[in-house]
């Protein structure tokens, strides 16, 4: 099963968490958290003012960092099988891995890299028209989630319909 992976983070020399978001391919497992004792100071200007708004808006999301890594765990552990995340940035993979702060979830099988996806016109247009939808803004680790998988199952369909053409 795939999850698909985004999250946010003060600047991207030291990458300290600030949210990550998560859903699976089939839309059934959903995992969002804001961690309310990042240091604000370390934000970058762009973090200060296109991150910062879209924070405290889901109900229940927020958590300290010390209680981050047993969340995470926790809901791995829902998982119906193993899992392989799917992100555009190895930011994202090491802010995980940050955030876990030790072994892996064993239900966890590896990666898979979305980067060569999104400059495909059929990703980049799912992702666009996700986030063209109101309440679905840019730069929030959930809906970025959710705007990832939306490009990805656009992807595959693509791809079904153009084999089903060649056979």
């Known amino acids: 099963m795939l999850i698909f992976l985004d999250t946010e983070f003060a600047d991207f020399a030291d990458r300290e968490p600030i949210s990550i978001g998560m859903v699976s391919e089939d839309g059934r497992h959903v995992f969002y958290a804001e961690l309310q004792d990042f240091d604000r100071d370390r934000c970058s200007a762009f973090?200060?003012?296109?991150?910062?708004?879209?924070?405290?808006?889901?109900?229940?999301?927020?958590?300290?960092?010390?209680?981050?890594?047993?969340?995470?765990?926790?809901?791995?552990?829902?998982?119906?099988?193993?899992?392989?995340?799917?992100?555009?940035?190895?930011?994202?993979?090491?802010?995980?891995?940050?955030?876990?702060?030790?072994?892996?979830?064993?239900?966890?099988?590896?990666?898979?890299?979305?980067?060569?996806?999104?400059?495909?016109?059929?990703f980049d247009q799912a992702v666009s028209a996700y986030h063209d939808q109101p309440g679905r803004p840019w730069h929030h680790a959930l809906h970025d989630a959710h705007a990832h998988r939306a490009g990805w199952l656009a992807w595959m369909d693509k791809r079904r319909r153009d084999n089903a053409r060649q056979e």
């Open 47 to 122: 973090v200060r003012s296109t991150v910062w708004p879209l924070l405290g808006q889901i109900h229940g999301a927020t958590v300290k960092r010390i209680d981050l890594p047993n969340r995470l765990r926790t809901w791995f552990a829902t998982l119906p099988r193993r899992a392989t995340i799917a992100c555009d940035s190895q930011f994202d993979r090491e802010v995980l891995g940050t955030v876990i702060g030790g072994p892996w979830p064993a239900n966890l099988a590896g990666w898979f890299d979305l980067r060569p996806l999104i400059d495909t016109t059929v």
